[in-house]
């Protein structure tokens, strides 16, 4: 089945230890996000990229950081974590011939030490 | 900036009742509002998406409303099971936005 993968599941890193999240996708998407969702919270977007073209959100920390190789594959990479960066992290995506419609990862929760 | 707000927070039922979750938005110039569920630990799924031009949709025992000019929308939950124990979210997309925005969620609790 198409979808939307991310690796790990888990991870825990030390704080300050930099750090890198997956996520593939085999839907042939276009458009690949990332959302930061903390406990009980809303998911709040980080970037996204369409194509390859990246957007950042404004209030986006700069310790925060994203690479799309190719269509397939987006990672984020956290270059210093703090204690306030544990969460859940989302990938999504969404296609041309359905723009409107994310389609999600089942998360990585990230746990900083 | 568009922010949703979803009421009530935390909702415990039992099993069989039907229900009703809230989703309010401030900004009614959207291209569509979508209702996801979350199982503990676990990714978003779409439930329903309401274009802009519709009043409501609906899946099974679920049917969600939209009220755009009022800036709200309900998740309708019929015959209610433990397995819809979960976190719903409420999400619209911005007109001329890329960018989905999210409520916190309402955390229903189904007891057998």
């Known amino acids: 089945d198409a979808m939307v993968i991310q690796n790990p599941r888990y991870q825990v890193t030390q704080f300050g230890k930099p750090v890198t999240l997956s996520c593939s996708q085999t839907?042939?998407?276009?458009?690949m996000y990332w959302y930061q969702q903390k406990s009980s919270q809303a998911p709040k977007l980080l970037f996204h990229y369409y194509d390859k073209d990246f957007n950042n959100e404004a209030d986006t920390p700069d310790n925060f950081q994203s690479r799309r190789p190719n269509t397939s594959f987006c990672f984020l990479d956290i270059r210093s974590p703090g204690l306030g960066d544990a969460a859940m992290y989302l990938c999504?995506?969404?296609?041309?011939?359905?723009?409107?419609?994310?389609?999600f990862g089942d998360g990585t929760r990230l746990s900083i030490l | 900036k568009q922010e949703v707000t979803q009421i009530p927070a935390a909702l415990s039922v039992p099993e069989g009742e039907n229900l009703v979750l809230n989703c309010s938005f401030t900004?009614?110039?959207?291209?569509?509002l979508q209702w996801f569920r979350q199982d503990p630990g676990k990714g978003l799924t779409s439930l329903l998406l309401?274009?802009?031009?519709?009043r409501e949709q609906t899946s099974g025992r679920l049917n969600a409303s939209l009220d755009k000019s009022s800036g709200r929308s309900t998740l309708y939950i019929a015959a209610s099971q433990p397995g819809d124990s979960a976190t719903y979210l409420c999400?619209?997309?911005?007109?001329?936005?890329?960018?989905?925005?999210f409520g916190k969620g309402t955390k229903l609790t189904v007891n057998p």
């Open positions: 999400a619209v997309l911005g007109g001329g936005s890329e960018k989905l925005v």
């Open positions: 900004d009614s110039a959207i291209y569509n």
């Open positions: 999504a995506t969404s296609g041309r011939q359905d723009p409107e419609v994310r389609h």
């Open positions: 309401i274009q802009s031009s519709q």
């Open positions: 839907l042939n998407h276009n458009v």
